[in-house]
């Protein structure tokens, strides 16, 4: 995501905690205009948040964008159903996927490229207790290795 003309609102750390992703995609979301406004302060949650694929349409749930101070009567409901925007036919390939793998379909991050709002929508298989641990432990291992090599003037 390094690239001229991004600018990165929100990421999901706890979907690389929880799930294993296994493709990427860039999908576009379907905005009102207080919820633009608010998403260029920075008040999105994608904590929670999980795709789903409905009538041939792709939908982010539990998305959480604040409301706009200054909208008054025309903010929306904070964690509505927002539809993504994705040709055809990668909607029917990802949703083919998560109905037969058992795989999900999670936003990892929300994104200006250029002047539209993107989201990055990961293919995702669920982690089980004892792969999170292994995660964890291999995080403190390197974590720990970086500690020792700087100490000796290893950097």
Do not use: W
Request: proline fraction near 3%.
């Amino acid at each position: 995501m390094d690239q001229k003309g991004i600018k990165i609102i929100s990421k999901n750390p706890k979907a690389y905690h929880d799930y294993f992703i296994e493709d990427k995609y860039e999908a576009g979301i379907e905005l009102c205009g207080t919820e633009v406004k608010s998403v260029r302060q920075g008040n999105v949650n994608l904590k929670d948040a999980f795709c789903i694929v409905k009538d041939g349409e792709l939908s982010v749930v539990g998305m959480h964008i604040s409301p706009y101070e200054q909208g008054n009567i025309f903010n929306k409901d904070p964690r509505r159903t927002r539809r993504l925007l994705m040709h055809k036919r990668e909607i029917l390939r990802l949703f083919q996927k998560t109905k037969v793998d058992g795989y999900s379909l999670i936003p990892l991050s929300l994104y200006f490229r250029n002047a539209r709002v993107k989201v990055e929508v990961g293919l995702a298989k669920g982690k089980k207790l004892y792969d999170k641990r292994d995660a964890a432990a291999a995080k403190d291992a390197k974590r720990e290795m970086d500690r020792a090599m700087k100490s000796r003037g290893g950097y």
